[in-house]
Structures are given as C-alpha cells and as structure tokens.
C-alpha cells in the first residue's frame, strides 16, 4: 500500500515564510512527477509547482520567484519553501506524486492536504 503525507502547514503573517514537507511511502517502485496543488475556498484546485525526477521544475505564475520546489529521491520527498506569503496563498495545499507500486504499473496520489493560512 502506499501513502502520501503532507506535512508543514499553519497559520503565518502575510510576507513570512513555510515550509511544506511530503513524503511517499509504502511499496514503491519509484516516484515520477511530484507537486503540489492548492485549493482555497470556493475555488477550484490549482497548480502551484512541480517537479520531475531530474528536477526540472514548473511554476504557475504567481509563485514564480517566491516559492521554490524541491525533492529528495532516496527519501521520495518534496518540499516546497514558500515565501513572501500573502493573504491570497489562504488555502488546502495538497501533494501529488506519479508512483510506480511495480515496474509495470503506474498510478496517482494524493496527499489529504495540509493548511495554509496567511494572516496578520
């Protein structure tokens, strides 16, 4: 069985910083893509960053140059160190991660996300 846990979120001031943690586990294979997605209330899960084995990353534009993503691939963890937070990065911040449980076989997981919520 494999797990995908989060870990990292709260409560912190608007321009102060955290650091999101997430860590597979389980029987895996291996891990491709990882990322993190956000949802705030009443909208729609967005994408806020990814990154493939290699560590070639992707942002979407509101982060880019405040959140940086990065992984550890003998831990199958990644990280996202978020600053210069603003009172709109208020949301659920959920962890994805393509895992091969088998050679052969490939799947998605989700983390049950962990909080974030900017404010003075």
């Known amino acids: 069985q494999v797990q995908v846990v989060e870990s990292g979120g709260g409560l912190v001031q608007p321009g102060g910083s955290l650091r999101l943690s997430c860590a597979a586990s389980?029987?895996?294979?291996?891990?491709?893509?990882m990322g993190w997605y956000r949802q705030a209330p009443g909208k729609q899960r967005e994408l806020v960053a990814t990154?493939?084995?290699?560590?070639?990353?992707n942002y979407a534009d509101f982060v880019k140059g405040r959140f940086t993503i990065s992984r550890d691939n003998a831990k199958n963890t990644v990280y996202l160190q978020m600053n210069s937070l603003k009172p709109e990065d208020t949301a659920v911040y959920y962890c994805?991660?393509?895992?091969?449980?088998?050679?052969?076989?490939?799947?998605?997981?989700w983390g049950r996300g962990t909080q974030v919520t900017v404010s003075s």
């Open positions: 990154i493939s084995r290699r560590s070639d990353t």
């Open positions: 389980g029987s895996i294979f291996s891990v491709s893509a």
């Open positions: 994805h991660a393509e895992i091969w449980p088998a050679p052969s076989r490939k799947a998605d997981y």
